[in-house]
């Protein structure tokens, strides 16, 4: 499959018509991939250049005896981003990749033996809500109303314009403290229900985008909404699946995109961005770049030549970065239906959860107890596994490399994979030992090497609200004209649906490409 998607040489690039309208897309995560579609339904003859060996970054898989470890993320919220995508490129999404509704969404098993299964339906829902807790059902429903006007305006009104003009900050002030964004989420949460486990149900949600809940901003109450408007749902194929068929469209366009070539600076010339140099030293001119990597190393090492007023180094050294990911990506042998508590998708909740966040997020302590996300996309997928075996991730949440004492993997990652093993068979996976062929094992320093990700983060620049749309890196680089930034550490955030976004905001910024012709470039004209 990547075989297939690989293009020729860069040198074998046709020229762009009148040698004008040439764009460069540096990373083909999900981000660079969807900003490089927009920019080719907008006329330019685009090249996407990746350092990996496959498309999609963090969205991509790998292949190991048999099973197709997807790497990254598992739950696709809100498909309709994904549609109106294609849509801008001439293109139906549900004719390229086969979305499949989850139900239930995800089970969360605590310590004390006690669950919850968030599901699709306001009855189901209710059910569940009733009981964990029947006291909570009147708080849970207010709930629901708060996410759904934090989604009209966090999603759909902030998440889709640009915020890189102060005067677009000030604009929406006032509606941040009406809806008290200064406010965590979970604090939001714990205003609305008491008991401490439907808190946490209403309220994790920040950590599958990097933020600690206890202090991400409550507009984040958002994804209640989204999940209960649009469900929750799998790629078949995996994220890998939607990552290929960009590729598909970008070249149907008439663009590029090369993987296991790395950038190694962007240029600039009469003071806008050029091009590319990259790392084996070949230039690709272009009138715009985009920059799908973290912008910590886009202003640290891709600009490292040019002035940088805002985003020093010294000024993204004391951001707040995501927590880093521990991932033990394993396959088993003759279990397909066996472990039935083990669904598609399970939380398990560690014996602690302020204190363990406390120490992600605060000290950079690794806990010794541990909070566990598991995957097992074979419960729905067949072709992620060989015949009655199954595949899994399992996921924890661990500090960052950037704090003072950061944790060794090379000495810790084995021990770690031990705990994480003890945890599942005590709590969810019995005998598992006995049972495991396959085993690759992501850390902190996987994430650092293998995405360039500044202190090995998960997610990049956390969420909180003053790391957020102005305060957030601009779409619109505010170092270099003619340069542009996409994916997770820009506005609206990362997630699937947040660096589709990402594109989108940034699209709008680009002018069409100058002489533009969409049948000479050969677009899609489906
Ligand atoms: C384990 C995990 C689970 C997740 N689960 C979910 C989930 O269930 N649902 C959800 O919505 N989100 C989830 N997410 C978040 C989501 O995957 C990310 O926010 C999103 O995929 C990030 O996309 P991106 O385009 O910003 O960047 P990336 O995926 O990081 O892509 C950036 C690309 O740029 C390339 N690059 C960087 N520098 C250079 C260079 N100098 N030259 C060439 N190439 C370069 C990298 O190789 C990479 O391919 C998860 C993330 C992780 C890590």
Not at 127 to 151: I, M
Not at 188 to 206: I, K, N, Y
Not at 292 to 305: C, I
Not at 398 to 424: F, I, N, S, T
């Amino acid at each position: 499959m990547t075989q297939a998607l690989r293009p020729g040489p860069i040198e074998a690039l046709p020229l762009a018509l009148d040698g004008k309208g040439r764009a460069v897309v540096i990373g083909a995560g999900l981000g660079g991939l969807a900003a490089a579609m927009r920019l080719g339904a907008k006329g330019w003859q685009v090249t996407v250049v990746d350092r990996l060996d496959r498309p999609g970054g963090r969205g991509s898989s790998i292949r190991q005896g048999g099973h197709r470890f997807d790497l990254g993320p598992t739950i696709v919220t809100v498909p309709q981003g994904l549609r109106d995508l294609w849509a801008a490129c001439g293109r139906d999404f549900d004719r390229d990749v086969t979305l499949v509704p989850m139900d239930p969404f995800y089970r969360i098993l605590w310590a004390d033996g006690s669950s919850f299964a968030a599901r699709q339906g306001d009855a189901a829902m209710e059910a569940e809500v009733s009981r964990l807790s029947p006291r909570d059902l009147a708080g849970y429903r207010r709930f629901l109303a708060d996410a759904e006007t934090r989604y009209w305006f966090g999603y759909e009104d902030l998440g889709k314009r640009s915020m890189h003009r102060l005067r677009d900050l000030f604009k929406v002030l006032p509606r941040f403290a009406w809806l008290r964004a200064d406010r965590s989420v979970h604090a939001h949460a714990a205003g609305r229900v008491r008991d401490p486990r439907l808190r946490f149900a209403l309220s994790f949600h920040p950590l599958f985008i990097g933020g600690d809940p206890f202090h991400v901003t409550s507009m984040y109450a958002l994804v209640s909404h989204l999940e209960r408007a649009f469900g929750v749902h799998y790629a078949m194929g995996g994220v890998q699946a939607i990552a290929d068929a960009m590729v598909r469209v970008v070249t149907d366009q008439g663009g590029r995109v090369v993987q296991d070539a790395e950038v190694d600076e962007v240029l600039a010339a009469g003071g806008r961005a050029s091009g590319v140099r990259l790392a084996d030293g070949r230039v690709l001119p272009a009138e715009v770049v985009v920059s799908n990597a973290d912008p910590g190393t886009t202003y640290t090492r891709l600009l490292r030549h040019q002035p940088v007023r805002r985003w020093t180094a010294s000024r993204l050294m004391r951001s707040r970065w995501s927590m880093g990911l521990f991932v033990w990506y394993f396959g088993t042998k003759g279990t397909r239906g066996r472990w039935p508590g083990a669904g598609h998708h399970t939380i398990v909740v560690g014996p602690r959860y302020r204190e363990h966040i406390r120490e992600i997020f605060q000290t950079g302590t690794l806990s010794e107890d541990m909070s566990l996300y598991v995957h097992r996309p074979s419960v729905t997928d067949p072709s992620v596994a060989p015949e009655g075996d199954d595949t899994f991730y399992v996921l924890s949440p661990v500090p960052h490399l950037g704090h003072k004492a950061p944790v060794d993997w090379q000495a810790m990652a084995e021990p770690y994979r031990q705990k994480m093993l003890k945890v599942l068979e005590e709590r969810l996976l019995p005998g598992l030992s006995a049972c495991v062929t396959e085993s690759l094992v992501f850390t902190p320093e996987t994430f650092r090497d293998r995405y360039l990700s500044p202190h090995g983060a998960g997610f990049s620049l956390e969420p909180r609200i003053f790391q957020s749309a102005w305060f957030r890196p601009h779409n619109v680089s505010e170092e270099l004209p003619g340069l542009y930034l996409t994916g997770a550490g820009t506005h609206p955030g990362a997630g699937v649906p947040g660096v589709i976004g990402t594109a989108e905001v940034l699209a709008a910024l680009v002018p069409d490409a100058p002489g533009r012709d969409a049948t000479a470039l050969g677009m899609a004209a489906e």
